[in-house]
């Protein structure tokens, strides 16, 4: 399985080698491999420089809910940056366009919550929620209560915190990672992690053991929250297996360890419903938002307090004289303005319903590659899927090399235009909620061509 990329990189390909330092990227193998520029979208499609189209089977990065190509989003931009293009919301200043938007999203939540704070991005947002959950311990005279559980292969994002919280190695070596405070427990993986002979209900038994156990270890009164993913994005698209949810809620309750829902991929209809949360019927205290909240057509995260969470801050703020905590650009006019247009759009397109219909033909279709010799397990709900590779189906492995397989098969999808992203072996699909049936039989017959190109 060989590189099968293009050698020939243009103008701005050299340039961006020589100029630009990207993100997620091993920087020497940019250098002769050089960047896909992209110059354009339309619909569930981009388009690189050469003029080559592209499904975008990952919606961008798990964000672009309305497609590339929404004219309402760059209207509503337009307007909002014609009437009033930047004001902050320090120190008792407010702006319509975030009030409105901050009421569209305590309409929309599934659970009573009681205020919204913006911020810009998914990693800001959990960064900011740290930071709230050890003001509000302290607020409550429990300054002991300020550690956080996350999970292995959870993906909260890389600031110092965020990055601690997310369960990856790879987000942690070199960085001097993860900070104190912050414990992961076992990753629901049942078709990796579950035991000969063990069911899926006593596999989601033995998750929530493990998380009681960790939560007895370290004392009770000492754990402030839980953050998880509702289905795992980054970490492979893990979708959590039957009884889960219940039994973890259970464990929480019971040691009075606040939930941290974090939603940015799974938020604004991507498994089927308006938030995951109610797909699982799970109660957060906390709703992180981002990425399809604007479609990415804009930064911004929003957090989603209940009155357990949001009271004793708004106590502590009091005594301290000022919540000493906010963003320059948080709640940007232009950004919420986008988000609610792009929510608007959401709602009147019945984006939510297509995730549960389109997405329950998707899953169907890759179930279809089951018994393909490369594929181990097809996983996902509503609009996002997983497809686990491997080379031995009963020894549930792949190439010596991790990663090599999904690599070698994401470069082949490339090829046949459409854009994926392999975690590992693991070939992630999310694409824009717009899509149709026909659409979704395109991207996998593209799949299932790639798949036995690579044998
Ligand atoms: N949380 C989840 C579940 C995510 O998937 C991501 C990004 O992929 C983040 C947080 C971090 O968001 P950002 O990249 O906007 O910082």
Not at 50 to 59: D, H, L, V
Not at 142 to 160: D, E, M, S, W
Request: include cysteine.
């Amino acid at each position: 399985i060989g590189d099968t990329m293009s050698n020939s990189i243009s103008q701005q390909g050299s340039d961006d080698i020589a100029f630009h330092m990207h993100p997620y990227t091993n920087a020497i193998t940019h250098a002769s491999q050089g960047p896909l520029v992209i110059t354009r979208g339309d619909g569930i499609y981009v388009e690189d420089e050469n003029g080559k189209k592209y499904i975008e089977a990952m919606a961008g990065l798990w964000s672009v809910a309305v497609g590339f190509s929404e004219q309402r989003l760059v209207d509503a931009a337009m307007r909002q940056m014609q009437t009033l293009p930047f004001y902050h919301l320090f120190t008792h200043k407010t702006h319509e366009a975030a009030v409105r938007f901050a009421k569209t999203l305590i309409d929309l939540a599934p659970v009573p919550m009681s205020k919204v704070f913006f911020t810009n991005s998914g990693s800001e947002a959990n960064d900011t929620v740290m930071k709230l959950l050890w003001y509000r311990s302290n607020a409550l005279g429990q300054p002991n209560k300020k550690k956080l559980i996350a999970r292995h292969k959870g993906y909260h994002g890389v600031t110092i915190a965020s990055a601690s919280l997310t369960g990856l190695p790879g987000n942690h070596k070199g960085f001097d990672l993860p900070i104190e405070r912050v414990l992961h427990t076992t990753c629901p993986h049942y078709w990796r992690e579950g035991k000969d002979g063990e069911t899926e209900e006593d596999f989601a038994t033995r998750m929530a053991a493990d998380l009681e156990a960790l939560i007895q270890k370290e004392g009770p009164d000492t754990i402030a929250a839980f953050f998880a993913e509702p289905v795992m994005g980054a970490g492979g698209v893990i979708v959590p297996p039957k009884t889960y949810w219940e039994k973890i809620q259970a464990v929480l309750n019971k040691y009075d360890v606040l939930l941290v829902a974090d939603e940015v991929i799974c938020g604004f209809g991507r498994t089927g419903k308006m938030f995951a949360s109610e797909t699982y019927d799970i109660k957060p205290d906390v709703m992180v938002l981002s990425k399809q909240i604007s479609s990415s057509y804009q930064p911004l995260s929003a957090i989603l307090l209940n009155s357990r969470m949001f009271d004793p801050i708004a106590d502590e703020s009091n005594k301290l004289g000022v919540l000493g905590h906010g963003f320059t650009a948080g709640g940007h006019p232009v950004a919420v303005a986008v988000g609610q247009e792009n929510v608007n759009i959401i709602r009147e397109r019945n984006l939510v319903q297509n995730a549960a219909v389109t997405g329950a033909h998707l899953q169907q279709r890759l179930a279809g590659l089951s018994d393909h010799p490369l594929v181990g397990e097809v996983r996902g709900v509503g609009l996002i899927a997983g497809l686990e590779l491997v080379t031995d189906k009963a020894a549930k492995t792949a190439l010596a090399s991790p990663g090599q397989l999904g690599t070698a098969v994401g470069r082949k999808l490339q090829e046949l235009g459409v854009i994926t992203r392999n975690i590992g072996d693991t070939l992630a699909f999310c694409p824009p909620l717009i899509i149709n049936a026909e659409q979704v039989d395109t991207l996998v017959d593209a799949v299932t061509q790639a798949l036995d190109a690579t044998q």
